[in-house]
T-cell receptor
Framework: SQTIHQWPATLVQPVGSPLSLECTVEGTSNPNLYWYRQAAGRGLQLLFYSVGIGQISSEVPQNLSASRPQDRQFILSSKKLLLSDSGFYLC???????????????FGPGTRLTVT | AQTVTQSQPEMSVQEAETVTLSCTYDTSESDYYLFWYKQPPSRQMILVIRQEAYKQQNATENRFSVNFQKAAKSFSLKISDSQLGDAAMYFCAYRSFRDDKIIFGKGTRLHILP
């Protein structure tokens, strides 16, 4: 069966510091991968998604970036964090290739980021 | 552009009663999926139910069922015999057959009253 991991679970970082959040998926190959951010009590904002190694689509212009160095690894980064980067970050995956084979997304447990 | 609207920010229901969460969407596509996701206090997003637009039969998963009205672009979630563990934020979501992205509504927070 497939599993998705995210780490760290919680993170407290000062303004201006770098960020690296990691997401890995097991039990599948060539998945689509997604990064979302969720402010407290709010909906999900899609930040980035990837349909293959090295292929990144950005949905929201900001000081965050994403990379996919391996097939089942997705990394969210920032060189300098802002206060507004605080939130709950969720990684998700779906089956790659034909949409009708795997429409839904499956989510990781999330990372709670607090920028101080 | 496709949109998903959940008009009820919060709802409450008595334990063991039935509750219906509303969702409407806007699309010009004919082939798509609709979903309901649950986010409990742990904040883990859990897929509750999925509906393919080409299927006329409403999807059902145990106590969860949907009322899918394609012409009206309506997709409501009915929870029967509500339990305390059903307390969560519920998100309605849409995905076109032609897109890799899912569009989420803003969510409905469901409270279960003991």
């Amino acid at each position: 069966s497939q599993t998705i991991h995210q780490w760290p679970a919680t993170l407290v970082q000062p303004v201006g510091s770098p960020l690296s959040l990691e997401c890995t998926v097991e039990g599948t190959s060539n998945p689509n991968l997604y990064w979302y951010r969720q402010a407290a009590g709010r909906g999900l904002q899609l930040l980035f998604y990837s349909v293959g190694i090295g292929q990144i689509s950005s949905e929201v212009p900001q000081n965050l970036s994403a990379s996919r160095p391996q097939d089942r690894q997705f990394i969210l980064s920032s060189k300098k964090l802002l206060l507004s980067d605080s939130g709950f970050y969720l990684c998700a995956w779906s089956e790659g290739g034909m949409v009708w084979g795997g429409a839904e997304q499956y989510f990781g447990p999330g990372t709670r980021l607090t920028v101080t | 552009a496709q949109t998903v609207t959940q008009s009820q920010p919060e709802m409450s229901v008595q334990e063991a009663e039935t509750v219906t969460l509303s969702c409407t969407y806007d699309t010009s596509e004919s082939d798509y999926y609709l979903f309901w996701y649950k986010q409990p206090p742990s904040r883990q997003m859990i897929l509750v139910i999925r509906q393919e637009a080409y299927k006329q039969q409403n999807a059902t998963e145990n106590r969860f069922s949907v009322n899918f009205q394609k012409a009206a672009k309506s997709f409501s979630l009915k929870i029967s015999d509500s339990q305390l563990g059903d307390a969560a934020m519920y998100f309605c979501a849409y995905r076109s057959f032609r897109d890799d992205k899912i569009i989420f509504g803003k969510g409905t927070r469901l409270h279960i009253l003991p």
